[in-house]
């Protein structure tokens, strides 16, 4: 099944709740959507954080998939928002089998050089190793709720890359960004996320 059938089939779905992730610091459901495998996070299950406006999380899972989709690093599993049992909430697709990582996030591959700048695009403030999802050749990026911060407040086990020059290609993704956020984040995070983006292609390099 293509990506696209798989998208519509997140979207309309019939959903059947298997399990939930124990260890997701929000409620995280297992769920069958359709014919396909998905995360439901529900807004009703998110804790309340301190710097983050209640209720937003389940959007910037959303919006972190758009802008991954805009720059066309392809990095994060689509992800859509509507309604669950439990309320409206995003929808991810899971990403089967996935491999051990051990010490391969340390590497400076192509997939985690695109997640690095994706991280830098939308402030991820919490990108651990249980965040990166190995499958094959591909490297997929998720749980992305504490992003778009107004501050810059960027957390990340990817500091290979600090300090390095974007290439060609990087400076050329960031110039041509073009993605309507509107229906997800504010206008002062929108605001900041277009500062962002001048500012690292002023820099020229990763943070």
């Known amino acids: ?75 994060v599993p689509p992800t859509i928002l509507r309604e669950g049992p439990f309320g409206e909430g995003s929808f991810q697709l899971w990403i089967e089998e996935c491999e051990e990582i051990g010490e391969r996030y340390l590497e400076r591959s192509l997939g985690l050089r695109k997640i690095a700048l994706l991280d830098a695009v939308v402030n991820n403030t919490d990108r651990k190793i249980g965040h990166l999802l190995y499958k094959k050749d591909e490297i997929f990026g998720c749980d992305h709720g504490v992003t778009f911060h107004e501050d810059f407040k960027l957390r990340t086990v990817l500091w290979q890359f600090a300090g390095l020059p ?42």
């Open 1 to 75: 099944m293509v990506i696209a059938d798989k998208i519509v089939e997140l979207q309309n779905g019939d959903i059947e709740i298997v399990g939930r992730l124990v260890n997701a610091s929000n409620a995280s459901l297992y769920c069958r959507v359709g014919t396909v495998s998905a995360i439901d996070k529900p807004i009703a299950g998110e804790r309340p954080l301190w710097d983050f406006p209640n209720g937003h999380l389940a959007w910037r899972e959303v919006a972190t998939y758009q802008v991954s989709e805009a720059l066309n690093l392809k990095c």
């Open 166 to 207: 974007f290439n060609e290609d990087e400076k050329l993704k960031l110039k041509n960004f073009n993605c309507d956020l509107s229906e997800y984040l504010t206008k002062f995070e929108i605001e900041a996320l277009d500062l962002r983006i001048a500012n690292l292609l002023q820099e020229g390099r990763f943070p």
